[in-house]
T-cell receptor, first 113, second 119 residues
Framework: AQSVTQLDSHVSVSEGTPVLLRCNYS??????LFWYVQHPNKGLQLLLK??????LVKGINGFEAEFKKSETSFHLTKPSAHMSDAAEYFC???????????FGAGTILRVKS | DTGVSQNPRHKITKRGQNVTFRCDPI?????LYWYRQTLGQGPEFLTY????????KSRLLSDRFSAERPKGSFSTLEIQRTEQGDSAMYLC?????????????????FGPGTRLTVL
């Protein structure tokens, strides 16, 4: 069965410093992986998607993630945090036919001024 | 706005009552998904439709839950005899899967959700 583990429930960074949100996945076959962001009282928004093409995936708002098969990881990074990045981030794996999404528990990102 | 819409946004009900939620997907999207998100957790898959056909239901979807997508457009999710454990955010997502690539990794676009509180 497919699953994801987000290694940090909360991450706090200062504005202008790098962001790293960690995710490990488990999949019985080559996975499709996603990062979604959820701002308070707003719907889930797709940041980026990996589907077995380039291992370094660029997303919106300066975020990117690198697929590392040997480490079964898909960490999300951003070089410089902005106050508007404060939100909850979900690492997601696609679970087979029908593309049911399996979400991690989420990482809440806090950005300090 | 051409995104996924859900109504109502909030629903408060008493235990034992029936509730129905509606989801309007992005126009021409042929797949529609329902997820449930409880406080502090990521969303969990409930069911999905390809056009009007309901293709899979999660074990989370007890027999008190029923979902329909009668004309392959909007969908409804009904919960009968609500329980306090049903309190959650119910999320709808839609996507476009070009035939015949049924196994295509689609991008799901989520609505704002319906927050259900069962007293």
């Amino acid at each position: 069965a497919q699953s994801v583990t987000q290694l940090d429930s909360h991450v706090s960074v200062s504005e202008g410093t790098p962001v790293l949100l960690r995710c490990n996945y488990s999949s019985s076959y080559s996975p499709s992986l996603f990062w979604y962001v959820q701002h308070p009282n707003k719907g889930l928004q797709l940041l980026l998607k990996y589907t077995s093409a380039a291992t370094l995936v660029k997303g919106i708002n300066g975020f990117e993630a690198e697929f590392k098969k040997s480490e079964t990881s898909f960490h999300l990074t951003k070089p410089s945090a902005h106050m508007s990045d404060a939100a909850e981030y979900f690492c997601v794996v696609s679970a087979g036919y029908g593309n049911k999404l399996v979400f991690g528990a989420g990482t809440i990102l806090r950005v300090k001024s | 706005d051409t995104g996924v819409s859900q109504n109502p946004r909030h629903k408060i009900t008493k235990r034992g009552q029936n509730v129905t939620f509606r989801c309007d997907p992005i126009s021409e999207h042929n797949r529609l998904y329902w997820y449930r998100q409880t406080l502090g957790q990521g969303p969990e898959f409930l069911t999905y439709f390809q056009n009007e056909a309901q293709l899979e239901k999660s074990r989370l979807l007890s027999d008190r839950f029923s979902a329909e997508r009668p004309k392959g457009s909007f969908s409804t999710l009904e919960i009968q005899r609500t329980e306090q454990g049903d309190s959650a955010m119910y999320l709808c997502a839609s996507s476009l899967v070009p035939p015949p690539l049924a196994d295509f990794t689609d991008t799901q676009y989520f609505g704002p959700g319906t927050r259900l509180t069962v007293l």
